[in-house]
């Protein structure tokens, strides 16, 4: 990666999502990001779809390129002893591995969503023992507590991604699909979570109390709509870490790349502008 920019996972099963995923690919080779698919659940059910999803050949073989599929779906899967779907998906996309999103109160909160049967950690265990697949864990929406942290960064993972509170609150989103009953009493959870800069700092104590930690490295995304909030995060991180934009970007991606392609220039100088310029007071 040139620039420490991750695009977080969006669009899954979005009309849109093969024109925005061919414009956020051709980014991600220009400008050597990272990148993260949506969920390609729709892909297990079948090929209509695929080629929305299928940006290798655009992205080109060195960016660091990553399926998605939620905890629910995994859980299915182990149960019904179907992991090896996700698997040939990876395979077949070309990916280097796999996002596993974990979103507790969104699937609760939604009206068709899954409930999990046992704790997502679990899931996750039982996964990485039986797959060779390089593994993120991402939360959406409202960010992970310390001993939510405390046990992932002692799993054999690539990274972890944060997902924090302040950016696009799921929770808030799927009560507001519902229209049949009244849901206010459930609008509290909507405020509940972690911000990036409160993970970064648990994270940083985390680390700091333990050397022997598996998952060494961090996308730390949540909120961050400009560079100088990445920049300040990734800097004040004890592990090698990258800060992704979703909505941020999402918001140019779905014009002509053009549009795109002229935001992440000046990114890209706001970057270079506060590595060269800026330092950072860190806080333990």
């Known amino acids: 990666m040139h620039l420490p920019l991750w695009v977080s996972s969006m669009t899954g099963g979005t009309a849109l999502a093969g024109t925005i995923n061919r414009n956020l690919a051709r980014a991600v080779r220009e400008f050597g990001l990272g990148m993260g698919l949506g969920s390609c659940r729709i892909l297990l059910e079948d090929d209509r779809h695929f080629a929305d999803f299928d940006m290798r050949s655009i992205i080109g073989e060195e960016a660091p390129f990553y399926a998605n599929l939620g905890i629910a779906q995994l859980e299915h899967l182990i149960d019904n002893k179907a992991s090896d779907k996700i698997e040939d998906i990876v395979r077949r996309l070309r990916a280097d591995g796999l996002i596993i999103h974990i979103n507790p109160l969104q699937e609760a909160f939604q009206p068709e969503g899954d409930m999990f049967t046992r704790p997502p950690l679990e899931t996750l265990q039982a996964f990485l023992e039986q797959t060779k697949l390089k593994v993120i864990v991402k939360e959406v929406g409202q960010g992970m507590g310390p001993e939510s942290l405390r046990h992932l960064f002692q799993l054999p993972l690539q990274a972890i ?23 206010s009493v459930f609008e509290p959870y909507a405020r509940i979570g972690h911000t990036a800069e409160d993970m970064t700092l648990t994270a940083n104590k985390i680390i700091a109390e333990n050397t022997n930690l598996n998952c060494q490295q961090l996308i730390i995304s949540g909120g961050i709509s400009n560079v100088l909030d990445g920049y300040y995060l990734t800097q004040i991180s004890r592990v090698p870490s990258v800060f992704g934009m979703g909505s941020a970007l999402l918001k140019v991606a779905s014009d002509e790349y053009a549009t795109l392609q002229h935001y992440l220039q000046q990114v890209n100088k706001s970057y270079q502008l506060a590595r060269s310029y800026l330092t950072i007071r860190k806080k333990e």
């Open 161 to 183: 991604e944060f997902g924090a509170l302040g950016g696009t609150n799921f929770t808030l989103l799927e009560l507001s699909r519902h229209q049949n009953f009244d849901t």
